[in-house]
């Protein structure tokens, strides 16, 4: 590509996530420091359907880098899924004279990006979702707040089921992905993990590891689902018909995606804000910045969009290994 970009857009779309403003903050000033001029584009796709946009300088992106949520809203845009959606969207970039967009967001965000690169606009993606779950990048904006935010709460848990002798069973985000609930399961050392990644069989991953960990000496229990696993208000009720403990049900919700975004995720979303920028300012456009080990990487979106991140099932076996009680009893491997 060829091309010399002038301004650009930014915006911020689907679900938010702790460090999406960081990423903000970082496109605005390494564009302000190229001499490319920035517009924020509000409520993600249909803020450019809608012309929906608040010009942006170097000061007007200062005090946001440790606030959650995105101070260019997000939303998601049915409109922008059909073909006049998009045009109109062609049109606000024309109008606005925009000669690229970075676009912050998951997988929707990202489906949009590539649809509109192809009507000509060239688009930059950077990956942000508390789910981890975008194939071409190992992370994502927003994972280790969300974790960190899931821990504590669960922590708080604990520690009334202990008192009480109670089994939780904690419903966490992550869509149709595992990532959240197993990172987190690990960090509370979960009686047991729920992921829509393996598939379930309740008497061994549920009711047999309740089962051990009490002949073990525990007398309260913490199970971690995955909401795509299905509702945790379910797995109580089975958990309640096999063994005949009541369990408490929390769906830990949106608490999740909110508040002050971490060390790791501050620092990410800058870089990631400031390749995505020298990216255009060097010509190339179409993209997605993403991380691979601790570097940045570079992927064509239509590639980025094939590619599939699996969850490591060996931090599931990390998991039932830790069961291993006081009492020297062990779920054993298999
Ligand atoms: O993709 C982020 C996420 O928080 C998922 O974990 C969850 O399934 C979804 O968004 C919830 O979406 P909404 O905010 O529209 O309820």
Request: include cysteine.
């Amino acid at each position: 590509m060829d091309k010399k970009f002038r301004r650009i857009g930014v915006l911020t779309s689907g679900g938010d996530a702790p460090g999406m403003n960081a990423a903000v903050r970082a496109v605005v000033r390494t564009a302000v420091a190229y001499g490319i001029e920035c517009v924020g584009i509000r409520r993600g796709w249909q803020g450019l359907i809608n012309s929906d946009f608040v010009v942006l300088d170097a000061a007007s992106v200062g005090h946001i880098l440790s606030r959650g949520g995105t101070m260019l809203y997000t939303a998601r845009s049915e409109e922008f899924l059909s073909e006049k959606g998009r045009a109109r969207a062609v049109a606000t970039c024309r109008m606005l004279g925009l000669d690229a967009v970075v676009a912050i967001g998951g997988d929707g965000t990202f489906q949009g990006a590539l649809a509109l690169s192809k009507m000509g606009i060239p688009v930059i993606g950077i990956p942000a979702t508390i789910d981890n779950d975008i194939g071409c990048s190992n992370y994502t904006i927003g994972f280790d707040t969300a974790c960190n935010t899931a821990v504590d709460c669960i922590d708080r848990l604990r520690d009334t089921m202990q008192s009480h002798e109670r089994c939780s069973v904690v419903e966490v985000m992550g869509r149709n992905a595992g990532f959240l609930a197993l990172y987190v399961g690990i960090a509370i050392g979960a009686t047991a993990v729920l992921v829509p990644e393996r598939e379930l069989n309740f008497e061994r991953d549920v009711v047999e590891r309740i089962r051990n960990a009490r002949l073990a000496g525990s007398t309260h229990f913490m199970v971690v689902v995955a909401e795509g696993v299905g509702s945790a208000v379910d797995i109580g009720k089975r958990i309640h018909e096999a063994i005949g403990i009541e369990p408490r049900v929390t769906v830990l919700g949106h608490i999740q995606r909110g508040g002050s975004p971490n060390a790791r995720d501050r620092e990410t979303a800058t870089r990631m804000g400031y390749f995505a920028v020298k990216a255009l300012a060097e010509g190339r456009g179409n993209l997605i910045v993403g991380t691979r080990g601790g570097d940045m990487v570079e992927i064509p979106i239509e590639e980025a969009l094939q590619m599939q991140k699996h969850l490591q099932m060996d931090r599931y076996q990390v998991l039932e290994t830790m069961s291993v009680s006081a009492a020297g009893m062990a779920t054993p491997l298999r």
